[in-house]
């Protein structure tokens, strides 16, 4: 039985999609031959921006879970330069996807803290990105006991637009730390087609492998699928997760949608929101609803438990994903959120707000489980009547999590074979 350490900022109990990735995939890890060890930080439930839940079963034993470090927005980074130079670009508001406070302090603190001995048998290491610290660990974990790395990239990391408000980027920065990082790993797994091929220009020479985020089969059992939200009689449409800047103009497009179908065609439809956050974009959130004057339709509540969220997407007539609407986004373009692949595995038809080019329509199309549009006239189609067209089918199980686990561990084989 080989060994592989897991290196995840976020990992179970906390419940976010950077948890679930290894948190659930790494549990069918042993049967394909691999056991797996995981190097995490310590969660102390103290999130401000994002309303996170703890609620998430550890797939390997605690004994095999290295915690160090506490997660917060900030470290305090010993190192003097990389010290200034943060300094510098937050007085300059300057956005940077790779040199934060953060990575370096959890970085510096797995460097002071960390056993070596006790991972001296690893035959490999996985460092997952985002957190950027991931990768700076793996690499000097990978350094200090001589066993190969590979990467998985879940956010592509030089490619973002997306900025704070009033801050520039310096991409060409992040272009060269990326370079230092996958340059030196012996492959590369990135969650989506598209991540890999922008990656595999930049990285020629390099192995690749698409292993999807993927669902469970056991999150949706047959009383969850029966179970009824009490008092509900209204058809409603459903969405759970983040809102990021580029999710407010697709959540803007959809309320327009929903305007025009609720004041023209007779029909009452609503729109259910279950934000985890940041709470700065559910007030924006709310104040678009307000604007279009649609307060009686479009309902933005707090999270629940993932037991009830699923229930709450079950009894939906669609749910909803949002992405970018615009094609000259790359990196959004090739971006598939993780929920997608869980809204798979329900009897629900899925609606995205987003280019229909795009890797998440790609998906949708693969399992006849729904369409992407930015198209007003094909999202009001699809509400009113084109999504009974929709139902699924064989390819579905193409993405589930043991079949994405299958595929990690035979690319660690191929990668451990050439070492």
Known sequence: M??????????????????KRYGIMCKYFEQYGYEPYILTTRHDRNYIEWNVRFDLDLPVKEEHIIRLGKSRDNYAVSNKLIRFIIYLLEKGKIASATL???????????KKSIDLEKIRDVDIIIGTHPEMGNLYVAR????????PYIIDIRDLISDYKEVPDCCKNIRWVDRIIEKAILGKARGIVTVTPGFCRILKKRFPKNRFKVVFNGYEN????????????????????YYAGSLYSHRLESFELLVKCLKKINHESGERVKLVIRSIGPKKLDTEAKKIVKWENMQEYIHI????SEEVVRQ??????????????????RALMTTIPGKLYELLNTKVPVLAIAQEKSDIGKVLNYAQKGVASASAESISDFIM?????????????????????RKLCR?????????
């Open 2 to 19: 080989k060994k592989v350490l897991i290196v995840s900022y976020n990992f179970p109990p906390l419940n976010t999609i950077a948890s």
């Open 100 to 110: 934060d406070a953060r990575a370096f302090g959890w970085y510096e603190e797995v």
């Open 140 to 147: 000097y974990l990978s350094n200090q006991i001589g066993c």
């Open 218 to 237: 056991s999150l949706f059992n047959d009383q969850g699928r029966k179970a009824r939200i009490e008092g509900s009689k209204d058809k409603y449409l």
């Open 301 to 304: 509540l707090e999270p629940v």
């Open 312 to 329: 709450e997407q079950e009894n939906a007539y669609i749910n909803i994903i949002l992405s970018t609407l615009h094609e000259d986004d």
């Open 385 to 405: 009547n084109d999504y009974k067209n929709y139902e699924g089918n064989e390819n579905i199980k193409y993405f589930t999590r043991e079949n994405q686990a």
């Open 411 to 419: 690319f660690m084989d191929e990668v451990l074979e050439v070492t």
